[in-house]
């Protein structure tokens, strides 16, 4: 299920943040928590151990929107982790879990080789929340009964609420709308289950016994369902009884101290793209181990116009790092030169990098460690061993670009964040607002939005474009509303005229999304007259190019990037 879609033009937005400083409504369930505790909610001073921090555990089952639970969950200032159904229990166990969510799949549960998890989740006497696929394995497993529905239930539907009173529903009304998108059904409940809801189409919307384990046949993580994040936070302070303690500080404190534990004396290198994620890595790493870690910034002859100049001032003004600067652009397009899958781009980016690293590390004596600012939506999107259920979306350079077998071991403090909760954690850090708000550019650069070979022209084609859409959208006031903005440099080539004379130019095409986390995300409704502006200084100002149009396709179906 894609995010809300915005059918009005932009307009200022507020960003909603993991750690916000103000959240009136967590702020009541907090108070919710330590009421229920009998004790105070503890302060940042007062944080426990990395071992006895509460956690929330989703069991992934293959949804390709299973991390929207993750980010619901860690809005309510609790942490919370995704693992595959096939991780063994001891291990999900050293994640002190509170309690346990059984996200939503593909498969149908009684089919051969379907994912469930371990049958003695149910002994352990954690509350557990299964959502559409989760509440047809919590039947299955438990000795109901589910089966393929006469009729699918896709869309919003309105659940009726039969017991008020449950703890579940705390705060909500009787009758709420909420997100299906299901074809199988519950037709017998497990033995003392009782149905707690139901919709038109659907007899037993959500059930629940009387210890703690309950099913929604309707799915809370999206954003379709208005009143979602009540029922988590319900799930969450009022049967789990966490206290919500999860904070940007005290994510910095645990960071440092695992980096600390994991590179003890070693030397650790970093490599700095100018974006918020490789920034608000070096910060950290730098914080946890000083001098030990220097800093590489390796232009790849990808980046836009001016960027490589910009970044280095950036750096040096405002981060007391160790910085190494390498032209290694000809390296890069000489291996691409003749490549056109988007892929094998992105494996041979990725590769040439880490090649570099290896180079400029043995100039600095015993290198142990890469850190990389690779995020949780990379992690997913390129299927990693962490995600083995969900299909494979496209390779991000510093997952799936890796070589099999590396000279240095990673150090990814940001990998089970995402892109505002790495915004709010460098500013915890620190870091300058321009730096925390660039929008985000991807780590192969100009090569993934040159559809095709890349070569020394088609780059000069798309930089031009690229600062004419940059240089309109920041004089129109509009850069901090959007997500993402960028032209793409197409393959196709089409008639125009131009001069009197026929032309036969590229076509370059303009990209625009809003989205939270990238994981979904809606295209922008930009004024007319700044799309007229756009175009009209494209085709006037930037060789071989004679159309220009505008992409208009929300994720999903599409991916934001074109490659």
């Given amino acids: 299920m894609q995010d809300q879609k915005n059918s009005e033009q932009i307009t200022n937005t507020s960003d909603e943040r993991l750690f916000p400083s103000e959240d009136l409504e967590v702020s009541t369930y907090l108070e919710i928590a330590k009421n229920l505790q009998g004790e105070q909610t503890v302060t940042e001073s007062q944080y426990p151990t990395v071992a006895e921090r509460e956690t929330i555990v989703v069991i992934d089952f293959g949804s390709q929107y299973s991390m929207l639970i993750a980010r619901r969950i860690r809005e309510c200032h ?45 002994e352990t006497h954690l509350p557990i929340l299964g959502i559409c696929y989760g509440m047809q394995v919590i ?91 009540n029922i988590f936070q319900n799930f969450i302070y009022r049967i789990c009884r966490c206290k919500g303690n999860w904070t940007s500080n005290r994510f910095k404190t645990e960071s440092i101290v695992k980096i600390r534990e994991q590179v003890g004396e070693g030397k650790v290198i970093c490599a700095l793209s100018g974006g918020v994620d490789s920034a608000v890595t070096a910060t950290l790493v730098h914080q946890a181990i000083g001098d030990n870690l220097t800093c590489f910034f390796i232009n790849n002859g990808l980046l836009r116009r001016e960027e490589a100049e910009r970044t280095l001032n950036t750096f040096q003004k405002h981060l007391k790092l160790n910085i190494v600067y390498v032209d290694a652009s000809d390296r890069f397009l000489a291996k691409l030169r003749g490549v056109t899958d988007p892929e094998t781009k992105r494996r041979l980016i990725g590769l040439e990098f880490i090649n570099i690293f290896e180079e400029e590390a043995i100039k600095l004596g015993q290198v142990e460690f890469l850190a990389q600012g690779t995020l949780y939506p990379d992690v997913i999107e390129s299927t990693s061993v962490e995600t083995k259920a969900a299909a494979k979306i496209k390779s ?55 559809i095709g070979e890349v ?96 992409d208009i396709t929300s994720k999903p179906p599409a991916t934001i990037e074109w490659e």
């Fill in 139 to 229: 039947t299955f497993q438990l000795g109901g009964q589910v089966s393929a529905g006469k009729k699918n239930e896709y869309g919003q539907a309105t659940l009726n609420i039969s017991d008020v009173d449950a703890p579940l529903f705390h705060g909500l009304p009787e009758s709420i709308v909420v997100w299906m998108s299901h074809g199988d059904h519950i037709v017998e409940m497990p033995p003392g289950f009782r149905a707690l809801a139901h919709t038109e189409n659907s007899p037993v919307a959500l059930m629940g016994n009387d210890r703690n384990i309950f099913g929604l046949q309707f799915h809370p993580e999206v954003v379709h369902t208005p009143y979602g994040k």
């Fill in 78 to 122: 609790v942490y919370c982790e995704l693992v595959p159904s096939t991780m063994p229990w001891n291990e999900i166990m050293a994640l002190n879990p509170r309690g346990v969510i059984l996200s939503g799949g593909p498969a149908s549960v009684y089919e051969d080789g379907a994912p469930i998890p371990p049958a003695y989740l149910y």
């Fill in 455 to 550: 070569t020394r022209e088609k780059l000069e084609i798309l930089r031009s474009a690229d600062w004419i859409v940059m240089n309109e959208i920041k004089k129109a006031k509009l850069y901090h509303q959007i997500w993402q903005i960028f032209a793409v440099l197409t393959d196709v080539r089409s008639v125009g005229v131009m001069g009197d004379y026929r032309t036969y130019g590229y076509l370059i095409a303009i990209r625009a999304v809003k989205s939270d986390d990238a994981m979904t995300a809606d295209w922008v409704r930009l004024p007319y007259e700044i799309m007229a502006k756009i175009s009209d200084r494209i085709v006037n100002e930037v060789p071989n190019i004679n159309r220009v149009v505008y």
């Fill in 396 to 450: 991000h350079h510093n997952v799936g670009g890796l070589p099999a077998k590396m000279k240095l071991r990673l150090v990814e403090p940001l990998r089970y964040l995402f892109k505002d909760e790495v915004r709010a954690l460098g500013s915890a850090l620190g870091l300058p607002e321009d730096m925390l708000w660039r929008q985000p550019f991807p780590g192969p650069g100009l090569s993934i939005r040159i």
